[in-house]
């Protein structure tokens, strides 16, 4: 049962324009929500996150939506450059989880110059 | 400032090997432990946590196992690897962000 999921395997967008990548969920403890990013043979790295008592988070060319009601959330990246290609992971927890985050299984973004 | 140590890098294993795969953290005191797996293609699976010394909480069953013997060392352990458990395997600890180590890339041959 895939509580998490990104249904979008890869992505690929024009340098300068913006990318946005999608999320859902459906478990409807999940409380907190967050963005990762990788790069082959890392780890993940954190890059922003959301409560769910907001609906928008920015942290300079990253924005994160909640839609708790269509239990959706999305990272926009604006203006897309060519080192943002990485894959993405969405990642849920609730509380009293001890923390446990559920990813999904990523979206691979490629900005072309 | 924390830090996460995990080792090694790379590891080629042959089918019924034994496994040991260590983790450390440093900055932090009691901090919750997680092992992820990444398989080719895929994303990424807990498969165990840890809230203290010795607690361990598996998520799925598995040919793996984890311990904790000390607040901040966390290691992953098989006594007989599969073909299936080869993949990338990351520790990490977490606050309300998880922090993740470099990983390791285990292939099991």
């Known amino acids: 049962d895939q509580q998490v999921k990104q249904n979008s395997p890869s992505l690929s967008v024009q340098e300068g324009r913006i990318s946005i990548l999608n999320c859902d969920y459906t478990?409807?403890?999940?409380?907190?929500f967050l963005w990762y990013k990788k790069y082959p043979a890392e780890g993940p790295t954190f890059l922003i996150s959301?409560?769910?008592?907001?609906d928008k988070n920015e942290d300079g060319r990253f924005t994160v939506f909640l839609n708790k009601s269509a239990k959706h959330l999305s990272l926009h990246i604006v203006p897309s450059q060519p080192g943002d290609s990485a894959v993405y992971f969405c990642a849920a927890s609730a509380m009293d989880s001890s923390y446990k985050l559920i990813f999904g299984s990523g979206t691979r973004l490629l900005v072309r110059p | 400032s924390q830090t996460i140590h995990q080792w090694p890098a790379t590891l080629v294993q042959p089918v019924g090997s034994p496994l040991s795969l260590e983790c450390t953290v440093e900055g932090t005191s009691n901090p919750n432990l997680y092992w992820y797996r990444q398989a080719a293609g895929r994303g990424l699976q807990l498969l165990f946590y840890?809230?203290?010394?010795?607690?361990i909480s598996s998520e799925v069953p598995q040919n793996l196992s984890a311990s904790r013997p000390q607040d901040r060392q966390f290691i992953l352990s098989s006594k007989k690897l599969l073909l299936s458990d080869s993949g990338f395997y990351l520790c990490?600890?977490?606050?309300?962000?998880?922090?993740f180590g470099q990983g390791t890339r285990l292939t099991v041959v």
């Open positions: 990490a600890w977490a606050n309300t962000e998880a922090f």
């Open positions: 959301i409560s769910s008592i907001k």
């Open positions: 840890s809230v203290g010394i010795g607690q």
């Open positions: 478990n409807s403890m999940f409380d907190y």
